[in-house]
Structure formats: structure tokens, C-alpha cells
């Protein structure tokens, strides 16, 4: 019986040590319910060069030229982010009723807007960017040959919620 009880403990040791320690919860419908995505101080210097790697590489496969990083539409994208937190709804106009035009006038930006993408959401920004390129409006402010730059930012509440702004320009 003690024999019997030692197998039973390192049987449930053995898979305990193979589980994920995180379970998957699964909807009326099947399918998995989305987990929330808890950005870290030590992601938030890589989520950028993630996105702009990811972009990059749609834009090449689309033909169109690799985008860089502009601080004047990251500060917009930033701005526009947390004003949407604020205003709690996902929408193109700050809650002054600036449009994004105007919001990267004010940060300075002295080029052409080619476009602004937002999103509510508590994916990733690579899920968020997939989404993104299944729109075919969407997904044209991403390839748009005539942007070569880009901004992105996000703003994330204590609820998990992140709000992901995307601006491109010329």
C-alpha cells in the first residue's frame, strides 16, 4: 500500500511538472476566451521594435519601403491613446474633437499624415496588427507606399484594457 501511495504522489508530481501553469478558459462557443495581456516594464522597450519589425516586413512583402520611427508621431500616437482611455470609446477624434491631423500638427510633426489606426482591446500588439491587416481599409495606411514613417504608442488601465494607436507619415 505505502509502494502504492509513493507511485500515485510521483505520478502526480510527473504531471504536475507538464503543465503550462496556465489554464485555458474556453466560451459557450468552444472557442478560447482572450486572456489578458499584462504589459511589463521590461516589454514596453520591446513592443515598439517588435511592431516596426512586423510592419516592416508586411511592407516589404506588399513592395513598399521599410517605415522608421518618428518621437513627433509617437508623441501624437501616445496623446491619442490615452485620451481614448479617457473618453472610453475607440475613436479618430481626441476629446477636444481634434482629428489626427491636428494632434500631430501639435506634436510637431512637419510631414504629410498618411494615416491612424486605434484599437480597444487586451491582445498583443502583433494580434492587434494581424487584425489590422484582415481590413482591407486598415490595412492600407500599413502598406501605403507613400508613408515612411510611423508612430505607435499605447496606453494600458489597471483593468488590462490597452488602447493602441498607429500613426503613419510622409
Not at 508613408?147 to 484594457?161: S, T, V
Request: proline residues 5%; negative net charge.
Amino acid at each position: 500500500m505505502k509502494a502504492l501511495s509513493v507511485v500515485a504522489v510521483c505520478s502526480a508530481l510527473v504531471l504536475a511538472a507538464c503543465a503550462t501553469g496556465s489554464e485555458i478558459r474556453v466560451g459557450s462557443d468552444g472557442r478560447p476566451l482572450p486572456q489578458v495581456y499584462r504589459i511589463s516594464g521590461a516589454q514596453e522597450t520591446k513592443i515598439p521594435f517588435r511592431l516596426l519589425d512586423s510592419v516592416n516586413a508586411l511592407r516589404s512583402a506588399s513592395g513598399a519601403q521599410p517605415l522608421q520611427y518618428n518621437a513627433q508621431l509617437n508623441a501624437a500616437a501616445a496623446t491619442h491613446s490615452r485620451d481614448m482611455s479617457v473618453q472610453n470609446r475607440p475613436w479618430h477624434f481626441g476629446s477636444d474633437g481634434s482629428s489626427p491631423l491636428e494632434r500631430v500638427q501639435r506634436a510637431g510633426y512637419s510631414g504629410h499624415l498618411v494615416g491612424e489606426l486605434i484599437s480597444e482591446t487586451f491582445e498583443t500588439e502583433l494580434e492587434t496588427l494581424s487584425a489590422w491587416m484582415a481590413d482591407k481599409d486598415t490595412r492600407s495606411v500599413i502598406t501605403d507606399p507613400t508613408a515612411r514613417e510611423l508612430g505607435f504608442a499605447w496606453f494600458q488601465e489597471p483593468n488590462g484594457k490597452i488602447w493602441w494607436t498607429l500613426v503613419t507619415g510622409s
